[in-house]
């Protein structure tokens, strides 16, 4: 029993690898629309990458809680975790952003020819990732709130937008999601976000209060009130009041 929680934790992996693979076979369809101009597009099984993402993060958190339930807490699960995340939350989703990074080079004319150094910055994400993580397992400060956003969150993020961009009828989401400016600006903005020192909100308590959980609700307000009107748009919008909220109320 005292291994079951490095299980879960090596299941997070497995889904974490099946990601990957999922970007990774996709490849890119070229096609003609009516007026003979060329389109590229990646193949709909790249949002397997994102279900995967989510089943990983579940099994995370279920982990930490299992762990807890048998008090089977240790130092190799903490380290097994972490070498988990970085690739489900990390390495798949840098993967994401290298695909989108592709599309948008690829619009343009000779786009497929683009130099590979014009896609790499999508690796600053695990890059980021990584170093969040190894700086967590020597923090002793953050056993109740994290400094930085947390990689699962990142990673849920990321993996929003294959769900964004397959299942919508809006024109101008699929143009900005195609947008290469756009994704460098993910980059940035996530990998900072992950190595910085900005108080963020921890799903960990010592005694449940109404007080304690307010913060959390109105995260869950947010989100299910967007899901209903936005669909996966929910997701980022989640995101941004979580970070919000972290902000307000550590503060």
């Known amino acids: 029993m005292k291994q079951l929680p490095n299980l879960f934790t090596l299941l997070n992996l497995f889904f974490g690898c099946l990601a990957i693979v999922a970007v990774v076979q996709s490849g890119l369809t070229i096609s003609n629309d009516d007026s003979g101009m060329q389109i590229v597009e990646i193949p709909q099984k790249i949002y397997w990458a994102s279900i995967f993402i989510g089943i990983a993060a579940i099994i995370d958190f279920l982990d930490g809680f299992v762990a807890r339930l048998l008090k ?7 380290q097994l975790d972490s070498l988990a995340d970085v690739v489900s939350f990390g390495v798949a989703p840098g993967m994401i952003a290298y695909e989108f990074l592709r599309v948008a080079y690829a619009q343009q004319t000779n786009g497929l020819e683009i130099n590979q150094l014009w896609l790499m910055p999508a690796f600053i994400i695990p890059c980021a990732g990584a170093y969040r993580l190894a700086r967590f397992n020597i923090d002793t400060t953050q056993s109740n709130n994290f400094k930085g956003v947390p990689i699962p969150a990142i990673g849920l993020l990321i993996a929003s937008f294959p769900l964004m961009y397959w299942f919508t009828d809006k ?25 910085s020192n900005l108080p963020m909100l921890a799903l960990k308590f010592k005694g449940v209060t109404v007080k ?3 913060p959390f609700i109105i995260i869950a307000i ?18 941004i009041t979580y970070l919000i909220v972290s902000i307000i109320y550590n503060k």
């Open 72 to 78: 089977a807490s240790s130092e190799m699960g903490k």
């Open 171 to 195: 024109a101008w989401l699929i143009i900005t999601l195609r947008n290469k400016w756009l994704w460098y600006a993910i980059i940035i903005l996530v990998s900072y976000l992950m190595v």
């Open 212 to 214: 304690k959980l307010m």
């Open 222 to 239: 947010v989100s299910v009130m967007s899901a209903f009107i936005l669909q996966w748009v929910a997701i980022p919008i989640g995101f």
